[in-house]
């Protein structure tokens, strides 16, 4: 499965965190769509780049990561194909996959903690969806 991160300034430090982990802990192969430092950055920017290519299916899975998630979620979920989901915690995380088979995951640098952060990518790259009347659902957003 091809990976996409991206943050801005705010999500610096959670998506390097959650990189080097994907990377070297649990094996994926992650392309890094910026930012590269702690600098103020645009996170519109970072959002667009990582929803197109999700949309346009070059990566299956992409993670973004802002202060609080919120913009991110903003930009990623105007492209179509794309449900970005905003998740804080395990529960949410799975139920992404699970009910909304969310192609991005969205966190809040500025939200959550690292420890529960990384376990939450984890969580959200095995689960897989669970089809059936959720399918329906999705049928319907477009
Ligand atoms: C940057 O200060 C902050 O606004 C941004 O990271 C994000 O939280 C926006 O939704």
């Not at 299916?57 to 991110?72: H, Q, S």
Request: glycine share 14%; with cysteine; proline share 2%.
């Amino acid at each position: 499965m091809k990976i996409i991160i991206g943050s801005d300034h705010g999500g610096f430090e959670l998506k390097e965190a959650c990189r080097l982990h994907l990377e070297q802990v649990s094996g994926w192969v992650v392309s890094d769509a910026g930012v590269f430092s702690m600098d103020p950055a645009d996170y519109p920017k970072i959002a667009h780049r990582v929803a197109q290519a999700v949309a346009g299916k070059e990566y299956e899975r992409g993670i973004l990561i802002c202060g609080t998630g919120l913009g991110m979620g903003i930009v990623a979920n105007r492209y179509k194909g794309v449900r970005a989901g905003v998740c804080h915690n395990l529960f949410t995380a799975r139920l992404s996959r699970q009910h909304n088979d969310a192609n991005i995951l969205i966190m809040g640098g500025r939200v959550i903690g690292a420890g529960m952060a990384l376990e939450m990518v984890d969580l959200f790259l095995k689960t897989p969806f669970d089809g059936g009347r959720h399918q329906m659902r999705l049928n319907q957003i477009d």
